[in-house]
C-alpha cells in the first residue's frame, strides 16, 4: 500500500521560505512515477505547485516558478519542496503526491498525503 | 496553459437524482489526459475517473465519464448520501498539470 506523508513547520513567517518533506512508503520512488506538491488555500480550489522524477527533471507551475524548488532524495526515499518569499496568499493545506505519466492513471494524481496546514503569519 | 472551467459551481439535487457535471477546457487535452476527483471535508481528494473515462480502482460504477477534446462530463447516475462533496477535473498536458475550481454538489 502506497502511503505519503507530509511533514514541515506550520508556521511560516512573511518573506522566509516554506519548507516540506514528504516520506513516501510502499513503493520505492527511484522506480519511477512523479512526484508533486499540490495546495489548497482555506475554502479554495486545487493548485497544482510542482513535480519532480526521481532522476531529478523537474515542472512547476509557471505562476510559482520564480520561487519554487523540488528535490529528492531516493536514499531516504522521500522528496522536498521549498518556496521562497512567501506571504499571506501562500496559506494553504499542501498536499504530496505521486503521479503517473506512463503507467496507468497516467496523467492524473493517484496517490495523495493528507495534507498539512501551513499558515504565513508574523 | 490550459484553463479548465467547471460548471455548474454549485449543483442541489436530492439523493437518488442523477447529476450532471461539466469541464471545458481551453485548448484541446492530450490523449484524454483529464482526470476528476472527489473531495469531502477535511480530506484529501479521491481519484475516481482518470483517462476521461476509465474509473479508478474502487469507484463505484455509479460514477462515469465522457469527452473528449474540450468538453467533458462526470455523471453520477444515482446520488447516494455519500456522493454529496466536492468534484475537481483535472489535465496534464506539456509536464503540466491544472485543476478546474471545483463544482460543489450539495442535499436540496
Known amino acids: 500500500q502506497v502511503q505519503l506523508q507530509e511533514s514541515g513547520p506550520g508556521l511560516v513567517k512573511p518573506s522566509e521560505t516554506l519548507s516540506l518533506t514528504c516520506a513516501v512508503s510502499g513503493y520505492s520512488i527511484s522506480s519511477g512515477y512523479y512526484w508533486g506538491w499540490i495546495r489548497q488555500p482555506p475554502g479554495k480550489g486545487l493548485e497544482w505547485i510542482g513535480s519532480?522524477?526521481?532522476?531529478?527533471?523537474?515542472y512547476y507551475n509557471p505562476s510559482l516558478k520564480s520561487r519554487v524548488t523540488i528535490s529528492v532524495d531516493t536514499s531516504k526515499n522521500q522528496f522536498s519542496l521549498k518556496l521562497s518569499s512567501v506571504t499571506a496568499a501562500d496559506t494553504a493545506v499542501y498536499y504530496c503526491a505521486r503521479q503517473p505519466v506512463s503507467q496507468a492513471a497516467a496523467g492524473a494524481v493517484d496517490y495523495w498525503g493528507q495534507g498539512t496546514l501551513v499558515t504565513v503569519s508574523s | 496553459e490550459i484553463v479548465l472551467t467547471q460548471s455548474p459551481g454549485t449543483l442541489s439535487l436530492s439523493p437518488g437524482e442523477r447529476a450532471t457535471l461539466s469541464c471545458r477546457a481551453s485548448?484541446?487535452?492530450?490523449?484524454?489526459?483529464l482526470a476528476w476527483y472527489q473531495q469531502k471535508p477535511g480530506q484529501a481528494p479521491r481519484l475516481l475517473i482518470y483517462g476521461a473515462s476509465s474509473r479508478a480502482t474502487g469507484t463505484p460504477d455509479r460514477f462515469s465519464g465522457s469527452g473528449s477534446g474540450t468538453d467533458f462530463t462526470l455523471t453520477v447516475s444515482r446520488l447516494e448520501p455519500e456522493d454529496f462533496a466536492v468534484y475537481y477535473c483535472?489535465?496534464?498536458?506539456?509536464?503540466?498539470?491544472?485543476f478546474g475550481q471545483g463544482t460543489k454538489v450539495e442535499i436540496k
Open positions: 519532480i522524477y526521481h532522476s531529478g527533471s523537474s
Open positions: 485548448q484541446s487535452v492530450s490523449s484524454n489526459y
Open positions: 483535472q489535465q496534464y498536458g506539456s509536464s503540466l498539470w491544472t
